[in-house]
């Protein structure tokens, strides 16, 4: 994750899962041979209708936010 800056999510997402296909962590992580959706450590994912962030594996590059029809995510400084 960059040093200086973290992705946010607000109370609007629909959970349209568009942040999980164009994120570039998880692109990376999905193109490995041994790649399983259930136990990779994906920098974000839908759960209960809505985008979950793993500050840890996050990178907070922006492009989710960038493509959120919603307008539910935000880089922010820290």
């Known amino acids: 994750m960059a040093k200086d800056k973290k992705l946010v999510q607000s109370e609007n997402c ?3 899962g ?7 962590t998880n692109i990376k992580l999905g193109k490995a041979e041994d790649f399983n959706v259930d136990t990779a450590k994906l920098a974000i994912t839908v759960s209960n209708g809505a985008a979950v962030i793993d500050s840890n594996a996050c990178i907070a ?3 989710c936010s960038k493509n959120c029809p919603v307008g539910s995510l935000a880089i922010v400084p820290i």
């Open 18 to 24: 568009i942040c999980v296909t164009v994120c570039p």
């Open 14 to 16: 629909n959970g349209c």
């Open 61 to 63: 590059c922006g492009i």
